[in-house]
């Protein structure tokens, strides 16, 4: 449908309606004759003028309301009527998020999400999200697994929860990650969960991040830059934002875990803060077993993380964390703990205690435990 207004106004739409179903239930956009036959009426229409054309899918049986995307008349004839655009489909774009050359916007996940009945992440979607799952009508990107520092390791973190939490907690219920990424860690520790717990289906996984990138990643994402880190960090879109958060839903509904993982974009202190009044106000009936720490790497930020982050936590319950070979984290990691005077803890397997009440394991991971003094810990700890 077209609408025609005076130059240089910038609404111009065009609406398809398809009830197709590609792989996995998704829904997939317009058939492609139909497809080029009105992107080549939108470029012999708009041809020579100034305004956006806004491909826009309204998507059928399967819910969800519309997606849009805007382009240029010129850009949209030039993606559907080049060869090569025609040859490659829509996979090349989806890694970015843009209208796909096919006709149409994003896809989008319109398969009911078999969500488990873990009681956090149900009574966050029910209240925070207004009753919708955040996966329910997420942008649909290719997974990308490209990255190649995700340090979290199933072996610690096993030897955490059984030897040091669970004598205390009994079952896990809630783990909170702070600084998620791209969903290297929360899926692998899905995937440990699945395997080796037999109440998994009752755990929350909540993972808290702002997906725009640290001061780091900014920094180091410039392409061609003399790093060893070699990543595309920002993932940025043509719009310049960053996808991150498009990627990280990718990623983990590539591992079949939407029924366990809850993503709430915001930032650390913010979503601590926020689960911290949620408790307190009862809209949320515990706190976290466990929280992983992978968000701040500057000074004092970790320590002010920490801080939020012992409130929030669990007597006996504890703070896992990453990168100890920053001098950042490290620092602010050791100075939070000699702050509080714990323990020594006993060491089961062959890690190290570099202060009283902090274990320090493989790939710069470690642990400390919320006033172990009072706790139970168990050598031969299982699941």
Known sequence: QFSTLPDGE???????????????????SAPRGLALALSSLAFGYFVGRTQTIVPQIQLGEGGGGPSSLPLKAEAAAEKVLDPQAQASGPAGLEKSGDVTATGGGP??????????????????????FRGVDPFAQSVVVEPDWSYPHTNWRPDFFE??????????????????????????????????LKKKC??????????????????????WNHQGGSTEYRHNFL?????????????????????????????????GLVGMKLIDRFHQSGRIDRLPSVIYLDSAHE???????????????????????????????????????????????????KYKQPTPGLILGPNGQWFIIKNGKSCKFDANGTW
């Not at 896809?107 to 925070?128: G, H, S, V, Y």
Request: aromatic share 10%; with cysteine.
């Open 159 to 192: 030897s955490l929860w059984t030897q040091y939490v669970r004598p205390n907690h009994g079952a896990l219920d809630f783990y909170l990650e702070v600084g998620s990424f791209k969903g290297g860690s929360i899926t692998r520790l899905a995937d440990l």
């Open 235 to 267: 993932d940025t879109g043509p719009d310049g934002r960053p996808r991150i958060f498009e990627r990280f839903m990718a990623n983990v509904a590539d591992k079949g875990h939407q029924d366990m993982v809850l993503p709430v974009v915001v930032g």
């Open 10 to 28: 910038e609404v111009k739409m065009v609406t398809v309606v398809t009830n197709q179903r590609g792989a996995g239930g998704r829904q997939r």
């Open 299 to 349: 000074k004092d930020e970790t320590f002010l993380e920490l801080e939020q982050a012992w409130k929030i936590l669990r007597e006996c319950g504890a703070i896992l964390g990453d990168d100890w070979s920053w001098d950042a984290v490290r620092e602010d990691a050791m100075r939070f703990v000699m702050s509080r005077d714990p323990p020594s803890l006993p060491i089961y397997d």
């Open 107 to 128: 896809e989008k996940f319109t398969t009911p999400i078999n969500r488990t009945e873990a009681r956090i992440n149900q009574q966050l979607i029910d209240d925070i």
């Open 198 to 219: 037999r109440n998994w289906k009752n755990v929350s996984l909540v993972c808290m991040d702002p997906f725009t990138g640290d001061v780091n990643m900014w920094d």
